[in-house]
Each structure stands twice: as C-alpha cells, then as structure tokens.
C-alpha cells in the first residue's frame, strides 16, 4: 500500500458524460501528479500541482480539467466524455519542493474508466 | 523534449533465469534521473530500481541491477534468478533533475516469467 487513495475504483459512463476522479496523496506530500494509461498511448504525463498551485502540463485535454484543494487533496475532471477517453488514472504524491533533488512518486492504485 | 523507448513489447523467461530488458532514452538534459517501474496484474505501479545520471555506478537492489550507459543513453534492467512473482510489465522512465518533474514512461515491455 502507497498510501495514496484514489476513488472510485471503477466507473462506467456513456459518451458525452462527466465525471470526477479523486485523488489523496500521502499525508505529508504536498505534490499530485495525474496519469493517464491507456493502450495505445502508454503512461502520459496529464498534469501536476504542487501545494495548490498548476506546476506543469501535460498532454491533457481542454476537455479535461483538474484542480488541488486546501487539504491537498486532487480532482481530476473528466467532461464531454469519448470512447478513446477509456484509460486508466493514476495519481501519484511525492513530498515535493522547488528545490533540485529526487523525491519519489507515490502511485495510488488507479480508476479504470470505461466509456461506453 | 525527452522520449523513453522500450524495443521489446513482450519477454519470456524460465524461472530461476536471468533476463535484461532494454531501455533507451533520448534527451538534452546532462543531468537526470532513470527508473524501472514494475506493474503486475494489480495495476500497482512500483518502484523497482533508480539510477542518478550523475553517477557512474550501476545501481543495484537485490536480484535487479541496471546497465546505465550514458554516452549511448541506454539503461537496461537485469532481474536475477527469475521469479514466478516477476511477472509484471515493466515500465522505464526518465526524469529531469530539477526537483518536483513528471515522469516520462517508455511503452513497457511484458515479462511473463514461466515457470
């Protein structure tokens, strides 16, 4: 166990729909990073905040959208929904810092998406 | 930008065997940082190995060591003394030194470890 927990677990929604995947990272970690994994693309980079703020983007789309609340926990919106979005969402934390150094990547254990 | 490539989609090998998945990255940074992830069924991502570009010792955890080659900017894994609990994809990555980056995954190449 990571420590980060994502929910749900699963979701299934049809073409065109919303939906909210979340995302808590390890307590003490203050950056959440979101991943996509699908098929045909791999892992890919969607985007990361550090203590509330946007750091970095990614290959997100403008369909997408995600934010990191007070409580450092993540959400990542999912809107206008298409088939090619199926893929599974990975949030990853680390401790973080504006400083040169490695901190390691906590991956939470993922949603599986499906879009019928 | 940076690219990770992983050549081998799919892998075999016999239990207790020893096996080298390869990994080649290509990048304008001097200094960085490269990971294996290992993924098994669970769909867990899990940190197998890390290697800091700026050092020139091959990083080593237990039966899983690398091959760091910076002029050619290749990085393989070598898993020893195969297990049946191996079997995983395995993702390389690549990270920038600079604090607090994304990683970025080659495709995986799929382990299956036969007993």
């Known amino acids: 166990d990571s420590g980060v927990t994502q929910t749900p677990k699963h979701l299934i929604t049809a073409t065109g729909q919303r939906v909210t995947l979340r995302c808590s990272p390890r307590?003490?970690?203050?950056?959440v990073y979101w991943y996509q994994q699908s098929l045909d693309q791999g892992l890919q980079f969607l985007i990361h905040?550090?203590?509330?703020?946007?750091?970095a983007k990614g290959n997100i789309l403008e369909r997408f959208s995600a934010q990191q609340f007070p409580d450092l926990h993540s959400e990542l919106n999912l809107s206008s929904l298409e088939l090619g979005d199926s893929a599974l969402y990975f949030c990853?934390?680390?401790?973080?810092?504006?400083?040169?150094?490695?901190?390691?990547?906590?991956f939470g254990p993922g949603t599986r998406l499906t879009v019928t | 930008a940076q690219t990770v490539t992983q050549s081998q989609p799919e892998m075999s090998v016999q239990e207790a065997e020893t096996v080298t998945l390869s990994c080649t990255y290509d990048t304008s940074e001097s200094n960085y940082y490269l990971f294996w992830y290992k993924q098994p069924p669970s769909r867990q991502m899990i940190l197998v190995i890390r290697?800091?570009?700026?050092?020139?010792q091959n990083a080593t955890e237990n039966r899983f060591s690398v091959n760091f080659q910076k002029a050619a900017k290749s990085f393989s894994l070598k898993i020893s003394d195969s297990q049946l609990g191996d079997t995983a994809m395995y993702f390389c990555?690549?990270?920038?030194?600079?604090?607090?980056?994304?990683?970025?995954f080659g495709k995986g190449t799929r382990l299956s470890v036969i007993a």
């Open positions: 990853a934390s680390s401790v973080g810092g504006v400083w040169t150094g490695w901190y390691e990547q906590y």
């Open positions: 905040y550090y203590n509330g703020e946007e750091r």
């Open positions: 990555a690549f990270m920038k030194l600079t604090g607090n980056t994304p990683l970025v």
């Open positions: 307590s003490g970690d203050l950056s």
């Open positions: 290697q800091e570009a700026y050092k020139q």
